[in-house]
C-alpha cells in the first residue's frame, strides 16, 4: 500500500499529466526510472499535419504541495543537485530511446497544489524552468 506523501505526488502528477493533455501535449512515460534518477513525466510537443510530429521533448519535473504551503517553495525544492540529475537523466532518456539529435528537448517544472481533501487548487507550468 502506498504511502500518503507517494499517493499524494501520484495524485500531483495524474493532475500534471491531464494538465499537460489539455494543452496538447503528449505524454511519452511516466515515472521512468533511470540509474541517475527519476523523470516523473516524459512529454512531446506536437505539431504537423494532424499534430502526428513531435516538435520537441520535454522532460516534467513534478512539485506536489498542500494548499498552506507556498508553490514557491515547492519550486525551491528543485535546486542545483537536483537540476544536474534531471539534464542527466534527460540526456540518458534521449540516448536510451534513440531520439534524433535535431529534436529539441527542455526541462519544465509544473507545480500542483492541493487542498486539505487533495483536489486541485492551483497549476502552474514553468516552461524551460532547467537549464
Known amino acids: 500500500m502506498p504511502s ?3 499517493k499524494f505526488g501520484d495524485i500531483g502528477e495524474n493532475s500534471a499529466v491531464e494538465f499537460l493533455k489539455r494543452k496538447g501535449y503528449g505524454i511519452l512515460d511516466r515515472n521512468y526510472l533511470l540509474k541517475c534518477g527519476e523523470i516523473d513525466i516524459v512529454a512531446a510537443k506536437m505539431g504537423g499535419f494532424l499534430n502526428q ?10 512539485k ?10 515547492a519550486a525551491q525544492n528543485v535546486h542545483s543537485k537536483k537540476k544536474r540529475r534531471l539534464i542527466k537523466s534527460a540526456q540518458v532518456y534521449l540516448m536510451d530511446k534513440k ?22 487548487v492551483r497549476i502552474e507550468h514553468l516552461e524551460n524552468a532547467v537549464w
Do not use: G, M, Y
Open 64 to 73: 506536489t504541495a498542500s494548499d498552506n504551503f507556498s508553490l514557491a517553495f
Open 4 to 6: 500518503s506523501k507517494r
Open 53 to 62: 510530429k513531435i516538435n520537441s521533448i520535454v522532460f516534467v519535473e513534478v
Open 99 to 120: 531520439i534524433p539529435k535535431n529534436i529539441p528537448w527542455q526541462i519544465d517544472v509544473v507545480l500542483i497544489s492541493l487542498d486539505d481533501r487533495n483536489k486541485l
